[in-house]
């Protein structure tokens, strides 16, 4: 024993030692960086090659890997996401400099920015129940309770107490009241939330309770007054607009709104999880809400922050979380799945089918006032277009063009509602069917010929549109592909001139602005390849009644049904009948929007199932599928769930407990 005790002394002692002349030991004239010194000389070149060696390894470890950039450099627990942004007509990379939350966007981070600065009232959406069935349900936000005094028709909303404002001032119903009125004031019509609320009456109960109806006339002076109010069948969906701050939006005008030229526009001020903290040329950032109040089971985000870094395409993005400048990027095209697939550092996390919305490829079935077709002529034949449903391979298109990535679709309601009709009609793969209806409308292969004639020796030919993207050109190609099989040529090159053969090079589609601009509004197309969202409801009154095909409507294709009913004339003159003649469609989408819900759900279950056989038998639209979206994370993002994720920035329902290591 006594020996260890002396060997554990002299120990200490030689600690102390070291530690007292450390100077000299490692600096010295006979330190060991003397000696290593020493060495290193007499073994040149070959101790450069290898300190060469040395140097690669440590800058690879450490700057090679994607995660560290983002990740290693990152002790603020800010989360950075790449967004696509692309370039202005001087090849200037764009930015966002307003978020409007009373106007609808197509561009993807105003959504999102939205989506998390602000909150509707309730949040309504499909719902999976035990048996696998899904269920409309509607969840409470910034409401904290919905009493139904008429279905469809009236409803008092309660608010929760004790929400606050980013700017620190009380939420209370003055808030929601100002939110309604500024979106009543608004002139345009392009939009079935503004459209609705106008048609609408509400009155405050309370500080924190406020009460909505429809209303039977302009001079209507209460929610009381009228017991026959318009049934809005999907009144809950409509009413699920962002509330704004009353002290921020009160003397507002409609020129403001549209242009968003209002400091509410540029510096954002909502109640959601996290609140706006800067923007710049590069970017824009926003930081966690400390004051949300989060349910029992819930709690504050892991991520203090959000920051939305600017890219001008998807390629220098996909770099960007390559190489560990981002977290996170989100991605309708599935451009570079394969390639992202293969990298170890990056989790893919696929959404849930976004069975509200849809593609389809719409014929342009307008007419001049002089009752000429304004698309293919061949167009206008029923027959012609249930054949060229028929001749195009959903699987295909699923499979090949969008990498898996997609559910097939029937028609304009998702299979998950109860109001979906598969036994309606809608066209499948079936070319065999195809070529036979072509040939009976006297569309013919003659001879050695490859494109099908008529009588009068016409090609069947027509141009597809679509805004230029890798995954649009993809779905294009096979939709090319598959008619040309049956005699149909598709021009998927607006360069190529009608009759002239494709060229090698890929196919140059539009930009999303030309698209809208020059194809859409003045209908100016013959086939168009375009996404669609739809409600959970199954009212489609928006997008296949015959007043919806001028634009701004979304009767795309113009739509006119051809079933014909009658209904009684309004503002009837003299000599006219009492009844006049219109599309069966029309009739029954006007009707039907207007049931009760609650008493009546056997009419409109029935009058849907109707509605969707009179669009399957004109088939005005080739319905191809659901999308789904990409989202690349890096793999030190964990606990993401797109569990129930609707659209593309609903990706941020369940960001609290997202971790970020």
Known sequence: MPNIFNSLEKLIYSLRDFFWDYPEKLFGDNSLKTKFAAIYRLSVPYSHFLAGIAAFALIFIVFGNTRYKAIINNPTKTLVEAVVMGTDANGHLQRVNKVNPILPTNIQLEKDLVSLIYEPLIKYEYVQQSDGAWQPQVNNVLASDVIKIKEGSDYQFNLRRGVR?????????????????????????????????????????????????????????????????????????LVSISIVPAHKITNLTETQVNNSDADIFRYPVGTGKYRFYSADNQSVTLVKNNDYIYSLNDHSPHISSIQFKYYTSLEDAVKSIKNGESHSLASISVEYKNELEKNTNISINLSPVLD???????????????????????????????????????????????????????????????????????????????????????????????????????????????????????????????????????????????????????????????????????????????????????????????????????????????????????????????????????????????????????ERASNYAEIQTLIAEDAPVTFLYHPQFLYYTNTSVTKVDLANVATVEDRFRNIQNWELN
């Not at 459209?195 to 009381?224: F, P």
Request: hydrophobic fraction near 35%.
């Open 165 to 237: 404002w980013h700017d620190d001032t009380e939420f209370n119903a003055d808030d929601v009241i100002a939110t309604l009125n500024l979106v009543a004031s608004l002139s345009r019509t392009d939009n079935a939330y503004i459209k609705a609320i106008k048609q609408m009456k509400w009155e405050k109960v309370g500080d924190y309770s406020i009460r909505l109806c429809t209303k039977g006339s302009d001079s209507q002076a209460s929610c009381n007054e009228s017991k026959d109010n318009p049934i809005f069948s999907n009144f809950l969906e």
């Open 356 to 602: 509200n919305q849809y593609w389809g490829m719409y014929f342009n079935l307008k007419k001049d006032p002089e009752g000429n077709a304004k698309g293919p002529a061949f167009f206008q034949n029923a027959k012609v277009r249930k054949a060229i449903s028929s001749a195009i391979s959903r699987y295909e298109i699923i499979e090949n063009a969008l990498l898996g990535v997609g559910d097939e679709a029937f028609g304009p309601i998702t299979q998950k509602s109860a109001f979906f009709n598969k036994n309606a009609g809608w066209s499948t793969y079936d070319p065999d069917k195809a070529e036979k209806l072509l040939d009976e409308e006297g569309w013919t292969l003659k001879g050695n010929q490859k494109i099908r004639t008529n009588d009068k020796g016409e090609e069947m030919s027509f141009s597809l549109y679509f805004v230029n993207s890798f995954d649009r050109v993809n779905v294009a190609r096979v939709i090319q592909k598959n008619l040309e099989d049956i005699g149909i040529r598709v021009i998927i090159d607006r360069r190529q001139m009608p009759g002239q053969d494709a060229s090698e090079s890929s196919p140059s589609g539009w930009s999303l602005d030309e698209i809208n601009r020059e194809v859409l509004a003045p209908r100016s197309f013959d086939a168009i390849l375009y996404g669609m969202n739809t409600f959970i409801d199954p009212d489609r009154f928006e997008l296949f009644h015959s007043s919806q095909s001028v634009d701004p409507g979304l009767n795309i294709s113009s739509y006119v049904g051809s079933a014909q009913t009658v209904r009684p004339r309004e503002n009837r003159k003299e000599g006219e009948s009492s009844l006049e003649t219109l599309p069966k469609v029309d009739r029954l989408l006007e009707i039907t929007r207007t049931f009760d819900p609650s008493t009546a759900s056997q």
